[in-house]
């Protein structure tokens, strides 16, 4: 299997190269040159969630020995990182599944991914001719940097430095990022919001005379987000884990197609689904669930891709996106492989915020819908879910459930379906209290957690309430200009990790 761009048709590079670049020369995003094909699911009934991580990342990640990718699944899908045994567990409710995927170190569904994806890199950097080490630069509205905190934390030769805006992102997880141990972790916070830190860290891949100077110390600079295939692919895994678990709990028949909703911000996790659609997985409708910053609901429902809003921040934070990245794949796959469309469009998407797809591309997508929910719907869902199902979810969860709700009375469509849940209600105590009309005044985040435990009685993740006992190791801010001289004085400080 090679990897191939979305905006050149002449590169062709092997995984473990795709891994380590993380995006291609020319600006485009690596694609696997085919989908598998993995037929029926029989011969995967009794595989456990990392043997068939092992089974269905094989199939794209062609040069690692088997040594290495079952060092990886171990290393990656075990009771220290998850809590839950089925690793994504399903919960039932009358009329919808439910996949937790937030039961991994950090209480977020990033951690399906980035649990994995540090092996992965150490792997493929062991094999490397030009560096020996590398340095992972992320910038998070919340949930990707802590996750990739605990993944690269204590990696030998990688160093991870987080950027997170001062004010942008909740109590919860700014302590989970100031917590972090880890003698190769740098964590930053930015007098600004996300853009600010997102736009230093592109100028810092930008910065040819920086990143000169690494190489010639034989360091790559690399980054953890979500257009790398090392995320992007793993999450492939737990849509064949749901359909067996549905299969084996008696819930669906075999081959019996179900839909999918996710919640979706960086368009990732549903590009994952389509993925497995692809690969053979009976899968009806993929629906596209956003929340106010409702981008991706005109793109699929009407073919126009319009960034001119302003980012409306909502209590689903993960979400409040205006530039989904993986749609450039989606794209490319939708368009047949057309690198010279995707390049034009996302030329379009640079220079004018705005593009248009044609109708061939658009009719393409017909097994996706969209749809979006307003704070008032989110909170509603929220308050109706535990009142009539004693279920718990959280606000990403819960627009996912209100667009699902929007899809059913649209189309009246009965076919059995699984919604994504993608982060511990415990990550978004308050906002939750507040849906359930429960004051939180003067009370702290751990107070607050508790409060809406003894309301629910759902466990507190330990990872959660243990952060109140543990000491602050970053509390530094930074002005924009002055970060790229902190992140120096990281990589110098830290020169033999
Ligand atoms: C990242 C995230 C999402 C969005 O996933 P994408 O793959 O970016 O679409 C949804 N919910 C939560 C809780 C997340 O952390």
Do not use: W
Request: aromatic share 10%; glycine share 4%.
């Amino acid at each position: 299997m090679k990897f191939k761009s979305t905006r050149d048709s002449n590169v062709y590079i092997d995984s473990k190269n795709a891994l380590l670049k993380g995006i291609s020369d020319e600006g485009g995003l690596f694609i696997p040159e085919e989908f598998p094909k993995l037929g029926s699911i029989n011969h995967m009934m009794d595989m456990q969630y990392k043997d068939l991580a092992y089974y269905i990342l094989g199939k794209f990640f062609t040069d690692f020995t088997p040594e290495e990718l079952s060092a990886c699944v171990n290393g990656a899908y075990n009771s220290t990182n998850f809590s839950d045994p089925y690793i994504a567990p399903i919960r039932k409710t009358s009329d919808r599944y439910f996949v937790e995927l937030y039961h991994g170190r950090t209480s977020a569904f990033k951690d399906m991914a980035l649990s994995i994806f540090p092996y992965f890199i150490q792997t493929a950097l062991k094999t490397s001719e030009e560096f020996d080490n590398i340095v992972i630069l992320v910038a998070t509205s919340g949930d990707t940097g802590k996750a990739a905190l605990e993944g690269f934390k204590d990696v030998d030769n990688i160093r991870i430095a987080v950027l997170y805006p001062q004010d942008g992102v909740s109590s919860i997880q700014k302590l989970q990022m100031q917590t972090q141990e880890g003698n190769n972790t740098y964590v930053l916070g930015v007098v600004g919001n996300f853009d600010d830190c997102q736009t230093t860290v592109k100028n810092i891949f930008a910065n040819k005379e920086f990143n000169k100077k690494l190489n010639e110390d034989r360091i790559q600079l690399s980054s953890a987000n979500s257009i790398n295939v090392g995320r992007l692919l793993p999450q492939i895994v737990y849509y064949y884990s749901s359909y067996i678990n549905l299969l084996k709990f008696g819930e669906i028949k075999n081959n019996e197609k179900i839909n999918i909703v996710v919640p979706t911000g960086n368009f990732g996790n549903i590009l994952a689904a389509y993925y497995a659609k692809e690969m053979g997985l009976p899968i009806n409708k993929l629906i596209c669930a956003s929340n106010d910053n409702n981008v991706l609901t005109d793109f699929i429902n009407k073919g126009i891709y319009d960034k001119n809003n302003d980012l409306i921040l909502t209590t689903s934070p993960s979400m409040d996106v205006l530039v989904s990245s993986n749609v450039e794949r989606f794209l490319y796959h939708m368009s047949n492989e057309n690198t010279d469309i995707v390049s034009d469009l996302m030329k379009k998407l640079n220079e004018k915020g705005r593009y248009e797809i044609d109708d061939s591309i658009l009719n393409n997508m017909d097994f996706m819908n969209a749809y979006y929910a307003k704070e008032e719907e989110v909170n509603e869902k929220i308050l109706s879910t535990l009142l009539n199902e004693k279920y718990l979810i959280d606000t990403h969860t819960a627009v996912a459930s209100v667009a699902y709700d929007k899809y059913l009375k649209e189309t009246d469509d009965r076919t059995k379906t699984l919604i994504d849940s993608t982060a511990s209600p415990y990550k978004f105590s308050k906002d939750i209290l507040k849906a359930l009309d429960i004051d939180t005044n003067n009370l702290n985040d751990f107070e607050i957690m508790n409060k809406l435990h003894n309301i629910t009685s759902v466990p507190i993740p330990k990872n959660l309430s243990s952060l109140q006992n543990k000491e602050i190791r970053f509390n530094e801010y930074s002005k924009k200009e002055d970060i790229l001289n902190n992140i120096k004085k990281f990589i110098g400080d830290n020169n033999n990790a």
